[in-house]
């Protein structure tokens, strides 16, 4: 099944500027994550927010998690050119924690102009 | 630490025959590896999950003849697309869950394959 669905799906901004992507999903799960993956390349664990917790950060990152709503977001602050990427969310469907297999969002793909 | 490589990085090959990439994990063990199929501007779709010394598990709408998958140790988990053609080509990603970390759900990428096939 498709569940953590992003918006926007595309962001464009001028570096400097704070991003903010949304997340939602739609069954219980044990926690949330985001990845960044460059054109063409693999994706880089950004961080992960378990369902107990509301807000975490790291670095230039800060994502919420609102397990009532099944929703998350993902704030860059002060982006740059090099935060350009698709970003991506993903679950760990069922919910039951271990190795669980993740369900990606459809990503948003992010745009810094210099 | 915690690095997945993939072999090859990308690759080309003729309509009906067959590719084997290869998901190493350099410096950790995994019991389970996952393999991911990338279409252009696309999500990544699960395609099977793969358990060391067993059977893989392959998703919905997943063919398990035409997508081989042998995870012969736990640093090494191999895809083999049977009989390519144009439609199969994607851009095909694993992850590899370390054993070490199994009480948190954070699994690492290999750089992925670019399949084309002609």
């Known amino acids: 099944s498709q569940q953590g669905e992003e918006d926007p799906q595309a962001l464009s901004i001028q570096e400097g500027e704070n991003a903010t992507m949304n997340c939602s999903y739609k069954?219980?799960?044990?926690?949330l994550q985001w990845y960044r993956q460059n054109s063409g390349r693999g994706l880089v664990h950004l961080i992960l927010?378990?369902?107990?917790?509301r807000e975490k950060h790291s670095g230039r990152l800060r994502v919420t998690l609102d397990t009532s709503k099944k929703s998350s977001s993902l704030l860059i602050t002060a982006s740059r050119a090099a935060d350009t990427a698709s970003y991506f969310c993903?679950?760990?469907?069922?919910?039951?924690?271990?190795?669980?297999?993740?369900?990606f969002g459809k990503g948003t793909k992010l745009t810094v102009n210099p | 630490g915690a690095v997945v490589s993939q072999h090859p990085s990308w690759v080309i090959c003729k309509s009906g025959t067959s590719v084997k990439i290869e998901c190493r994990s350099l410096?950790?063990?995994?019991?389970?590896m996952f393999w991911y199929r990338q279409f252009p501007k696309q999500s990544l779709m699960l395609m099977a999950t793969?358990?060391?010394?067993?059977?893989?598990?392959?998703e919905q709408g997943v063919e398990k003849d035409k997508f081989l998958i042998n995870h012969a140790s736990l640093t090494l988990s191999t895809l083999t697309v049977t009989s390519a053609h144009p439609e199969d080509s994607s851009f095909y990603i694993c992850?590899?869950?370390?054993?070490?970390?199994?009480?948190?759900?954070?699994?690492?990428f290999g750089p992925g394959t670019r399949l084309t096939v002609l």
């Open positions: 069954t219980s799960i044990n926690n």
């Open positions: 410096d950790f063990q995994a019991t389970t």
């Open positions: 793969s358990n060391e010394g067993s059977k893989a598990t392959y």
């Open positions: 927010i378990r369902s107990n917790e």
């Open positions: 992850s590899a869950f370390p054993l070490a970390l199994s009480s948190v759900n954070e699994q690492f």
């Open positions: 993903a679950t760990d469907e069922g919910g039951r924690g271990g190795s669980e297999k993740l369900v």
